[in-house]
C-alpha cells in the first residue's frame, strides 16, 4: 500500500491526466471565444437605428404624374457582406441601405440590394470624398467605380454594365438626383441579428409588382419584421395602392406612440448641380388636391369625385415630411444625443419637455427663417464685392456655372472616390477639385473653384426648405467660402489674363 502512494505514476495515468488538462484547457477556450463572441456583438454600437427612407419624386416616367417618390430602408448597424448579403457592422461604418426596384438590371433578378450608406447618400465609401456639385458625368463614373468594386460577380452582362436603366444605379450617389428624409427608431442588437437571418435564409427573387408588391410595400415588410404592424398603406388617399409617404407616415405616427423609440429624423438635400430639383412627395388624393394639370381634367371629366377627394385629403391625408424634420431633427442618426430619459415609474419612457437646449439644437441643425435671411443678405452683398473687385459678374453666369462644367470638363475619380474634372479649352488643360477634401487642394484652378463654391451657396440660398441642407451643413459651406483664395483683378493681371478670360465668363 504505502509503495503504491509513493511510486510513480503509470504511462496510462500520465496519458489519462494530459487528456483531463487539454479538455479543460479546450473548454476554457471555447467558453474565452463565446464570451468574447457577445461582448463583441453587445459593444458593436450602444444603439442601432432602422429607418424609412423617403426619397422625393423625380421628373421622369409616371413618377412626372403620381409624384410618388421612392421608398428604401436605412439600417446603422447593418452593412453588406455583398449586395445580397447581410452582416453587422465593424467598427466604424456607418450602416447601409436597402431598397429594391422594378429591375435591378443585375445577371440575376435579384428583389434586393444593400450598399453602404455614404454609397447611397454619395456614391463614395468615406464622406470626407463626397461630391460637392452633382451631374450626368460626375454620377456615372461613382456608378462605374461602385460597379468595379462590388458588382463584379453579379453584373456580367452587357445591358448591367452599359444601360442606364438598369435601377442597381439608382443606389449610388442618390442625394445628386433628390433630396430625401429617414424616419429613424432605435432597435436591439437581437433585433438587427434577427432581420439578418431572416433575409439572407429567404430567396432574393425579385417579384416586382407596382400594385400590390412595389418599393413601399417592401419597406413595409422590413420594418414590420422589427416592429410588427408598425407601418402600413393608406388605401383611401392612394387608391388601393402602398405608397411610399404611406409608409413614412404611419412608421412616424407608430414613433409618436411609443416614445421609446427614440425617433429622429434625418434630411439630405439633393447636391446642387445640373440634375432637375426633385419636387416633394405626394399622396394620390393630395396629388389631385395641388396638381393643376391633374385638378382640370378631373374638373372637365370627374368633377364629381373632387368633394371626395378634397375631404379625404383635408382630413387624412395630410403629412408634412420637412415638419416632423423641424420637430425632431438629426444630422446624422448617432450624432445628436438622444432626448428620450427613463422616467421614474418602472420600464415606462416619457419625452422630457423641450428644454432650452434642445431648442438651441434645433436651431442650430435647422436654422430660423432669420438665419437664413441674414446669411442671403451676407451672400448677395459678397458677390457684388467679388463682382467689383475681382470681375466676378453677379448671379445671372453664376446660374450657368454647372452646365458650363458639365459640358467642357471630363470627370475622374481616383481610388478612394475623390473626384477631379479637367477642364480644356483646346490650348490649355486646367483642372478642378470637385470633392469636399480636394475642392481647394493645391492643383486645383483656385479661380473656377472660387466660382464654383459661389454658385453651389448661390443655389443652396435659392432653394425652399425641402431641397436645402441643414443649417450646420451650410456653415461647412460658408467657412469654406472664406478659405478658398480669392483672385483680385490685379492678381489676374499679374497672371497675364484678364477678368473676361476665365473660363466662366467666356463659357468655354
Known amino acids: 500500500m504505502l509503495q503504491n502512494l509513493f511510486s510513480y505514476p503509470t504511462s496510462e495515468v500520465v496519458a489519462s491526466r494530459r487528456i483531463l488538462v487539454k479538455w479543460r484547457i479546450s473548454s476554457f477556450l471555447i467558453s474565452f471565444l463565446f464570451m468574447f463572441v457577445l461582448v463583441c456583438l453587445a459593444c458593436s454600437r450602444a444603439f442601432g437605428d432602422v429607418g424609412v427612407v423617403l426619397n422625393e419624386s423625380l421628373d421622369t416616367s409616371v413618377a412626372r404624374i403620381t409624384s410618388s417618390g421612392h421608398s428604401a430602408v436605412y439600417f446603422s448597424r447593418i452593412c453588406p457582406e455583398s449586395p ?6 465593424h467598427e466604424g461604418e456607418p450602416g447601409s441601405v436597402m431598397s429594391n426596384y422594378t429591375t435591378l438590371g443585375e445577371d440575376q433578378p435579384f428583389e434586393w440590394n444593400v450598399v453602404p450608406f455614404n454609397v447611397y447618400l454619395y456614391g463614395v465609401e468615406d464622406s470626407r470624398y463626397r461630391p460637392i456639385v452633382g451631374s450626368q458625368k460626375i454620377k456615372h463614373v461613382l456608378e462605374e467605380r461602385y460597379r468595379e468594386n462590388y458588382l463584379s460577380g453579379y453584373c456580367t452582362t452587357e445591358s448591367c454594365m452599359t444601360s442606364n436603366s438598369a435601377e442597381w444605379r439608382e443606389m449610388v450617389g442618390a442625394t445628386m438626383t433628390r433630396s430625401m428624409y429617414m424616419f429613424v427608431v432605435a432597435t436591439t442588437v437581437e433585433q438587427d441579428l434577427a432581420l439578418i437571418e431572416q433575409f439572407n435564409s429567404l430567396p432574393n427573387q425579385n417579384h416586382f409588382n407596382g400594385v400590390t408588391r412595389n418599393c413601399a410595400d417592401f419597406s413595409r415588410r422590413v420594418i414590420n419584421t422589427y416592429f410588427p404592424h408598425a407601418t402600413g398603406p393608406d388605401y383611401i388617399n392612394d387608391f388601393g395602392i402602398t405608397s411610399p409617404k404611406a409608409i413614412a407616415r404611419s412608421f412616424t405616427r407608430y414613433a409618436h406612440r411609443h416614445p421609446e423609440a427614440q ?31 391633374l385638378f382640370v381634367p378631373m374638373l372637365i371629366f370627374a368633377h364629381y369625385a373632387l368633394p371626395f377627394v378634397a375631404t379625404s385629403y383635408i382630413t387624412t391625408g395630410r403629412f408634412n415630411p420637412h415638419r416632423e424634420f423641424e420637430k425632431h431633427p438629426a444630422v446624422q442618426a448617432t450624432a445628436v444625443e438622444y432626448r428620450i430619459r427613463p422616467t421614474r415609474s418602472g420600464n415606462d419612457y416619457g ?11 434645433r436651431a442650430i441643425i435647422v436654422g430660423s427663417p432669420e438665419e ?64 469636399a477634401n480636394n475642392f481647394s487642394a493645391p492643383g486645383t484652378d483656385q479661380q473656377l473653384a472660387y466660382e464654383l463654391l459661389l454658385a453651389r451657396i448661390d443655389r443652396i440660398l435659392k432653394s425652399p426648405k425641402h431641397s436645402r441642407e441643414t443649417l450646420a451643413e451650410f456653415k461647412n459651406d460658408w467657412d469654406l467660402l ?27
Open 84 to 89: 445580397v448579403k447581410l452582416r453587422l457592422c
Open 263 to 293: 425617433f429622429r429624423v434625418l434630411h439630405f438635400a439633393q447636391i446642387p448641380g445640373t440634375y432637375k430639383r426633385s419636387s416633394e412627395c405626394r399622396a394620390g388624393t393630395e396629388q389631385l388636391y395641388h396638381s393643376k394639370k
Open 351 to 361: 419625452l422630457n419637455e423641450a428644454s432650452s437646449a434642445d431648442m438651441r439644437e
Open 372 to 435: 437664413w435671411k441674414n446669411y442671403r443678405v451676407a451672400f448677395d452683398s459678397l458677390v457684388a464685392e467679388a463682382a467689383r473687385v475681382d470681375g466676378i459678374p453677379e448671379h445671372g453666369s453664376l446660374d450657368h456655372l454647372f452646365r458650363r462644367i458639365e459640358k467642357a470638363g471630363t470627370a475622374m475619380a481616383d481610388s478612394n472616390g475623390a473626384l477631379w474634372m479637367e477642364l480644356s479649352d483646346g490650348q490649355e488643360t486646367s483642372s478642378l477639385g470637385l470633392s
Open 482 to 508: 472664406q478659405r478658398v483664395p480669392r483672385y483680385s483683378t490685379e492678381s489676374l493681371a499679374s497672371s497675364g489674363r484678364s477678368p473676361g478670360e476665365t473660363f466662366l465668363y467666356t463659357g468655354r
